[in-house]
């Protein structure tokens, strides 16, 4: 397992841009893949972008072209920039990350992920 921290969160005006942080420990050596996710109240947790150890990537649709996900080079910390933000892009963000070697067949699913942050608080007005 890996100990996952975000930060980055906080209130920004629409149109505005943040980038969050998350920093892996633990067994990172194989930490191939790695997600965010955000929850917004009474809404379910959904997958925003997702990333594994070669950087390939992938979006939910609708953050296309103004969220990019992105990993350092030791793979070690994720990374979300996000731009052009909405009123509806208010959440909490999750960092999420999973060592397990398994498939990735599904990069945006929540049962992918094995080790959860804390999340950060993203609010947009």
């Known amino acids: 397992h890996v100990q996952l921290v975000e930060s980055g969160g906080g209130s920004v005006q629409a149109g505005g841009s943040l980038r969050l942080s998350c920093e892996a420990s633990?067994?990172?050596?194989?930490?191939?893949?790695m997600a965010w996710f955000r929850q917004a109240p009474g809404k379910e947790r959904e997958g925003v972008a997702a990333i594994d150890s070669d950087g390939a990537s992938i979006y939910l649709d609708s953050m296309k072209g103004r969220f990019i996900i992105s990993r350092d080079n030791a793979k070690t910390i994720l990374y979300l920039e996000m731009n052009s933000l909405k009123p509806e892009d208010t959440a909490m963000y999750y960092c999420?990350?999973?060592?397990?070697?398994?498939?990735?067949?599904?990069?945006?699913?929540?049962?992918?992920?094995?080790?959860w942050g804390q999340g950060t608080q993203v609010t947009v007005s």
């Open positions: 633990g067994d990172t050596r194989t930490l191939n893949y």
């Open positions: 999420a990350g999973d060592n397990r070697g398994g498939s990735w067949y599904r990069p945006l699913a929540t049962f992918q992920y094995a080790d």
